[in-house]
């Protein structure tokens, strides 16, 4: 039996979150107002241009479009100086032996990421090569909690949304997960991720027999 595997890659694959977390905190503060980490919460799976408008949300700043541009550009360069810094290390725990497991057992393996960033970061930490396709920021024209970035997924691996399986660490990716009919797997706290249909806190809770089940159709 093949299934479909989609990967969140923010927060699931590696946390770059800390580093769209200083980022954004550093451009609030050279506007002149504060950003706290659990602010930065409300930005995970969240497009960058969405984010900026958050942050200025937050600050109560208004701001016209070619500010805001110039904002985008100096935010993402920052936010690239921290990801040149990434390697191999930053994986997070269990990730590795997932994919290793799926590819093993020839399921579909697909990233599905609102981040335009998601090809080279894949590089630096060595897993692009895991992936049978990328979708990522770059090829949706809606974001998360819109299914769009899955249900291209599923579309790209030619397999049914309800045979796809998606994990995801945020809000509004679960969302979009099940709005795309495919089962959700959060990863995080079950107090936040509460409409997944399965919660973990990280892949080391996630079992070889649970990933054998879903591939079996039996969860
Ligand atoms: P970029 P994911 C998302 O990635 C992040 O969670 C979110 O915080 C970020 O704003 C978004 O990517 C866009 O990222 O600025 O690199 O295009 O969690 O969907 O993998
Ligand atoms: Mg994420």
Redesign the pocket.
């Given at each position: 039996m093949k299934k479909g595997f989609i990967f969140?890659?923010?927060?699931?694959i590696v946390d770059?979150?800390k580093y769209?977390y200083l980022a954004w905190k550093n451009l609030a503060n050279s506007l002149g107002f504060e950003f706290t980490e659990e602010q930065n919460e409300l930005?995970?799976?969240?497009?960058?241009v969405r984010?900026l408008d958050i942050l200025l949300e937050l600050g109560n700043y208004t701001a016209g479009q070619e500010q805001k541009d110039g904002w985008l550009i100096q935010k993402?360069e920052e936010?690239l100086t921290y990801i040149e810094g990434m390697d191999a290390s930053e994986i997070l725990s269990d990730v590795p032996r997932v994919l290793d497991f799926l590819l093993e057992k020839q399921q579909g393996v697909v990233l599905g990421?609102?981040?335009?960033?998601?090809r080279p970061i894949l590089k630096r930490v060595d897993l692009f090569d895991k992936f049978h396709d990328i979708v990522d920021?770059n090829d949706v024209t809606a974001a998360?909690p819109d299914p769009e970035v899955f249900l291209i997924g599923a579309e790209k691996l030619q397999i049914d949304p309800e045979n796809c399986i998606v994990f995801e660490?945020?809000i509004a990716?679960v969302k979009a997960a099940n709005a795309a009919g495919m089962i959700s797997i959060g990863i995080g706290k079950k107090e936040v991720l509460h409409e997944a249909n399965y919660v973990f806190l990280d892949f080391t809770e996630i079992s070889t027999s649970f990933l054998e089940q879903l591939i079996a159709g039996e969860k």
């Open positions: 969140d890659l923010d927060g699931v770059t979150a769209h930005f995970k799976g969240v497009s960058r984010s993402n936010y990421s609102a981040s335009k960033n998601a920021g998360k660490d945020s990716g």
